[in-house]
């Protein structure tokens, strides 16, 4: 069964920064495509986010392009979502998500269909 957890949210003033992390286990971390997504009060969940299983390539939305990097560590099951120049409009609760199925090519998933598997998410509070 996988599962995965994440840590790391909390409060912090506009302009701060935040490292967010997630955990997996259930099965062989490295073969899967990981992604952020984030609900903000009121709106759909949106894509933040996603990177590939080796790591050699990552993707993400407009609004977080150049504040926000997302790396990887496969030896500890481990992704992680670096949120630089924080906004008042980040805040949200953050999710990690594992590809449903592992994918050889270049592209990345964005869509939430494309991930079998998510976390319980964790808030992120900006403060203006």
């Known amino acids: 069964q996988v599962q995965l957890v994440e840590s790391g949210g909390g409060l912090v003033q506009a302009g701060g920064s935040l490292r967010l992390s997630c955990t997996a286990s259930g099965r062989t971390f490295s073969a899967y495509d990981m992604g952020w997504f984030r609900q903000a009060p009121g709106k759909e969940r949106e894509f933040v986010g996603a990177t590939k299983w080796s790591g050699m390539s990552t993707d993400y939305a407009d609004s977080v392009k150049g504040r926000f990097t997302i790396s990887r560590a496969n030896a500890n099951n481990a992704v992680y979502l670096q949120m630089n120049d924080l906004k008042p409009k980040d805040k949200a609760v953050y999710y990690c998500?594992?590809?449903?199925?592992?994918?050889?090519?270049?592209?990345?998933?964005?869509?939430?269909?494309?991930?079998?598997?998510w976390g319980q998410g964790t808030q992120d509070t900006v403060a203006s």
């Open positions: 998500a594992e590809s449903q199925r592992y994918t050889a090519g270049n592209d990345l998933p964005s869509l939430e269909y494309e991930f079998g598997y």
